[in-house]
């Protein structure tokens, strides 16, 4: 099987198996997806971003306003009338 | 004229009368035929089977005789390539980061039809915002894409979005994902398996 990482400006933007990329071994694959799993919990202002020697370097962003949730379809809004499961 | 051989005339009329019969009823008349002359006239007007051709097929298509100035194929021949259907391509991609697009390489540059990505974890997606769960492209061309997502924190599925333009485009052997849309998701830090065929 063949690794790869795609980097970005000396930032790892993803890891995967199949064609194209920086190919890597299986071990740094392992290790990248290991830093992957241990990624600081990020919030609205802070994001972060993994640098190529596997350490994870914040940033701020500006909030982004919520996303408006699609309308409930005709059953969903008959689900929370008669109280199901709501959102 | 020779005269070589007796007749028995009734037995003549009776065939030379089933003859007329089968001539009249393919004929569609009901005419009375003289013989010799007009049994060979209505058998000249009796229309032939038409201009029958050999064809090679190299396209899926509708094809009609009529478009190759005949009235139908004696024989066809259909040899139509595989085109971008003919393999089946698959990978992994991990991201790094919460992303609204995902590029993965085909390792060609053949056409993709159709193609799906799908997220491996077991680890529930949680996220602040929307999450891609499962993005189908279908048909040809991309002509259909379904988006099955789910609301903040992954608590839920969305009712599939099905959008009737891409949602993947191929740049050579280069595919693109995007999540992004009237209602957008996002690839969370997750697995996801693709095939593309």
Redesign the interface.
């Known amino acids: 099987m063949r690794f ?1 990482k ?1 980097i970005n400006d000396q ?11 920086t190919e890597i071994s299986e071990e740094e694959y392992e290790s ?2 290991t ?2 799993h241990n ?1 600081p919990q ?1 919030t ?1 202002e802070i ?4 640098k190529t020697d596997l350490t994870w370097e914040s940033y701020e962003v500006e909030p982004t306003p ?2 408006p ?2 309308e409930p ?1 005709a059953e969903e809004i008959l689900d929370i009338l008669l109280g199901g ?1 709501a ?1 | 004229m020779a005269v070589d051989k007796l007749v028995d005339s009734t037995q003549l009329d009776s065939d030379l009368t089933s003859v007329a019969n089968a001539i009249r009823t393919k004929g569609g008349t009901s005419a009375q035929l003289a013989f010799p002359a007009g049994f060979v006239r209505e058998i000249d007007a009796i229309p032939t089977g038409g201009t029958l051709i050999t064809k090679t097929i190299t396209e899926n298509g509708t094809y009609d005789a009529e478009d190759d100035d005949a009235d139908g194929y004696s024989e066809v021949t259909v040899n139509v390539s595989g085109g971008g259907g003919g393999s089946l ?11 609204m697009t ?6 060609s540059a053949d056409t993709i039809t159709n193609a799906v990505i799908v997220p491996a974890s077991e680890t529930p997606l949680k996220s ?3 999450t891609v769960f499962a993005m189908v492209i279908i048909n040809e061309s991309y002509k259909k894409s379904i988006v099955c997502g789910s ?2 924190g992954g ?2 599925l ?2 599939p ?1 099905t959008y009737d333009g891409s949602k993947i485009s191929q740049s050579g ?2 595919l693109t994902f995007n999540g992004g849309g009237t ?2 998701y996002y690839f969370e ?1 997750v ?1 996801y398996r693709w095939f593309a065929w």
Request: glycine content about 10%; charged content about 20%; overall charge neutral.
């Open positions: 790869y795609i930032y790892i933007k993803a890891v995967g198996t199949g064609h194209g990329w990248i997806i830093a992957i990624k990020e609205a994001r972060y971003r993994l919520p996303m949730e699609p379809d499961d959102e | 391509k698959s990978g992994t991609i991990t991201p790094a980061e919460r992303t995902l590029d993965v390489n085909l390792g602040a915002g929307r609301n903040s608590s839920s969305f009712t979005v052997s280069t209602t957008s830090t697995l």
